[in-house]
């Protein structure tokens, strides 16, 4: 075979010594972080997910072939991730007494043991969400016999009798009180996709209807408070992300979860991890953060804070009151004590 030429070669070694390189420097970070081995991230919501659901959604024989339970996944993760909400992914079976909310995007199989966890969970104050086409089948796949979701109407304060396959254009919904049908501006109705539920409120409160078409008038988001605190809420359709955010942002506020840190531009994310703050910047932009709010995330007493990755340390003064994060740059800061 043909020698490779010098500058291939002179690539190679850079190359080798670059990862070489890179691998030094994460050894170096990985010992910079020992103070925080064996922690953990709390997280205050937690999205259910079954792999039964995910597996049974994509065989034929259903209504539409066009819901995807990964992909409703990640659409209600994104606007908590975006709001700097930490969040747990879980199985329907999973503890939940912890998380101040809990989220089941699309959870087309139920068994009984997951349903009377949702239940226990729901009854002991928790704030529980369920997304459209869920609680339809229990662990054989088979569709339960009455209004759906069957296991769960009772909690939520629906059922319903129709799934209904959207045609290309889909129907309009608006949030109670803005019932004016157009799109484009506030106080006027949003185009759903996809599907959605025709059913029926059984004392639960409507947050949003249909409007125009055959479902005119009739639920398509709401929400049943429970007497021991908490509520459940029902998505009898798949929300566009603006408006799935929105209505996300009600649930947190109910629940009186919060992020880390307020009013971060998109693309930072925070997180803790025992006594330490991940401050990371996922965007192609340098950034500019309150360096007051990071130190008091930190910790309510935290004068100052050091990076544990370079040993800078960040203290507020009149001068300096601004952290920087250069593009896909990140800082992990513990109070200076």
């Known amino acids: 075979t043909r020698p490779a030429s010098r500058a291939a070669v002179n690539r190679s070694i ?64 994104r606007p908590l991730w975006e709001a700097v909400i930490a969040v747990d992914v879980v199985e329907p079976t999973a503890d939940l007494s912890g998380y101040g909310v809990v989220i089941a995007p699309s959870l087309y199989v139920l068994t009984e043991a997951g349903a009377a966890n949702l239940t226990a969970y729901r009854q002991a104050g928790g704030h529980l969400v369920l997304g459209a086409f869920s609680g339809v089948a229990d662990a054989n796949a088979h569709v339960r016999q009455g209004r759906f979701p069957v296991l769960l109407r ?18 309009q919904v608006a949030w109670a009180g803005e019932t004016t049908v157009g799109e484009g501006s506030p106080g006027k109705s949003f185009a759903v996709e996809t599907f959605a539920e ?71 994310e925070v997180t803790r991890r025992g006594p330490a703050l991940f401050v990371l910047n996922h965007t192609r932009s340098t950034v500019d953060l309150d360096l007051e709010a990071l130190l008091n995330a930190v910790s309510p007493t935290a004068a100052a804070a050091t990076d544990l990755l370079t040993g800078t340390t960040y203290q507020l003064t009149s001068e300096a009151t601004r952290l920087q994060l250069f593009p896909d740059d990140v800082v992990v800061l513990t109070e200076r004590s």
């Open 154 to 171: 009772d909690l939520l304060g629906v059922s319903g009798e129709e799934w209904l396959p959207l045609p290309d254009g889909g129907a």
């Open 198 to 268: 025709r059913f029926r409120c059984d004392g639960a409160e409507v947050l949003a209807s249909f409007v125009g078409g055959e479902l005119d008038g009739l639920p398509a988001i709401t929400k049943h408070a429970g007497a021991e605190g908490g509520a459940g809420w029902y998505v009898g359709t798949i929300l566009p992300a603006a408006e799935l955010a929105r209505f996300l942002k009600q649930v947190l506020a109910a629940a009186g979860v919060r992020g880390i840190v307020p009013e971060l531009p998109v693309g930072v």
């Open 14 to 77: 850079v190359g080798a010594a670059l990862v070489s390189l890179s691998v030094k420097d994460l050894g170096a970070q990985l010992a910079n972080l020992r103070p925080i081995v064996s922690t953990g991230v709390e997280a205050p919501v937690a999205l259910v997910f079954d792999w039964a659901s995910w597996w049974v959604l994509g065989q034929s024989g259903l209504p539409t072939n066009r819901l995807d339970a990964v992909a409703a996944l990640k659409d209600y993760y």
